[in-house]
Structure formats: C-alpha cells, structure tokens
T-cell receptor, first 111, second 113 residues
Framework: EAQVTQNPRYLITVTGKKLTVTCSQN?????MSWYRQDPGLGLRQIYY???????DKGDVPEGYKVSRKEKRNFPLILESPSPNQTSLYFCASSSIGEKLFFGSGTQLSVL | SQQGEEDPQALSIQEGENATMNCSYKTSINNLQWYRQNSGRGLVHLILIRSNEREKHSGRLRVTLDTSKKSSSLLITASRAADTASYFC?????????????FGKGTKLTVNP
C-alpha cells in the first residue's frame, strides 16, 4: 500500500532535549516536505527536499534541521526544542508537480 | 508569503444540501489543489486544477478556477455527514512543481445529519 509513515504519532518532551521525527515513503517520490499546523495559522512549510542530498528552507525553518540521505527517508530534527515548537507536524511526499501524500501527523508537546 | 485564503472560515449545513467554499490567492499560479482533513489527521488530496483549466469534476466535487480574479471554488453536492472535515486550498505560486505549495487556513465544514 502506498503510504507516508511518520513516527511517533505523539511525543511529549522537555525544552532542550534533542528529538527526531521520522518520515518514510514507499512511492519512490522525489519530493518530500515537512509542515507544521497550528490553530488559526493553517499549514506552514518548514523544509522541503527535491531529491537525495537536496534540501531547502520553507517559510518557518528556524529551530529545525532535515536530511535526505536516502530517497525514502526525510527525518525532521529539533536540536534544542522550545515550547513554541509545540505543534502538529506533517510529512508529505509527491512526484514533482503532482499531488501530495501526507503522513498521519505527529503531535509534539514541548514542556 | 503568498497564500490562499479560504472563505468562509466555518460552514454548517444540513445533510443533502450543497456546500460551497471559496479560495482567493495573490500571485500567478501553475495549479491549485484542494485537500481535505479529518480532525487532526493527515490531509487527503481531492482535486488538482491547472491554470489553463476552468472547471473540473470528481464525483460529487466540482472545482472552478478564475485566474483573472485569482479565485477558486469547491462545491460539494448532496452533502453527507461523512463530508464533515476541514478543506484547504493550496497554490504553487507559479514556481513550478509543489516545492513551494502554500496552504490556506482552511474552511471547517460541518454537515448535520
């Protein structure tokens, strides 16, 4: 089954403790992206990747890192999480110029 | 940054009625997409309409695009309780591909049985 898999689904952590949210897709998509969703603000793009070893900043990249060492994986790294990064995070993938497939989301709480 | 804006923010209708949601955007686009989100879940793609298209249908969904007014509408006919969800438009900002796909804030649709 074609899917984008995000883990974990829920995560509670404390300020400053490094964490990684994993994202994997099985559709051989070139394009992958991370979004955060906050009430009243819609979805905002954090980082995206057009292919292996090619990443670029979205609209809200501060405080986040990504890597794309393999085509199927696109982890989101928070080196030193802060409470303002409490949010619902989504990974998505697509072929270039086509519709996005979304993961189920990761609800992150930073205390 | 350039962003689609949905209107209304919230819409409540009875089952069987039609639901219309609108999206306005600011700059030229290559395509506009509509997505649906059930509460807290991942978004699901509904329809993609390209800038040279004016109307597109998919089942009970009808999307129109007016590039001169920089607006699009999503019509759901004969709505069902299962259509209750948030609906988002997304535009690519004429940069090609989906690398800068920008989402609006969404319309929350409630269909009452």
């Amino acid at each position: 089954e074609a899917q984008v898999t995000q883990n974990p689904r829920y995560l509670i952590t404390v300020t400053g403790k490094k964490l990684t949210v994993t994202c994997s897709q099985n559709m051989n998509h070139e394009y992958m992206s991370w979004y955060r969703q906050d009430p009243g603000l819609g979805l905002r793009q954090i980082y995206y990747s057009m292919n292996v070893e090619v990443t670029d900043k979205g609209d809200v990249p501060e405080g986040y890192k990504v890597s794309r060492k393999e085509k199927r994986n696109f982890p989101l790294i928070l080196e030193s999480p802060s409470p303002n990064q409490t949010s619902l995070y989504f990974c998505a993938s697509s072929s270039i110029g086509e519709k996005l497939f979304f993961g189920s989301g990761t609800q992150l709480s930073v205390l | 940054s350039q962003q689609g804006e949905e209107d209304p923010q919230a819409l409540s209708i009875q089952e069987g009625e039609n639901a219309t949601m609108n999206c306005s955007y600011k700059t030229s686009i290559n395509n506009l997409q509509w997505y649906r989100q059930n509460s807290g879940r991942g978004l699901v793609h509904l329809i993609l309409i390209r800038s040279n298209e004016r109307e597109k249908h998919s089942g009970r969904l009808r999307v129109t695009l007016d590039t001169s007014k920089k607006s699009s509408s999503l019509l759901i006919t004969a709505s069902r309780a299962a259509d209750t969800a948030s609906y988002f438009c997304a535009t690519d900002g004429n940069q090609g591909g989906s690398e800068k796909l920008v989402f609006g804030k969404g319309t929350k649709l409630t269909v009452n049985p």
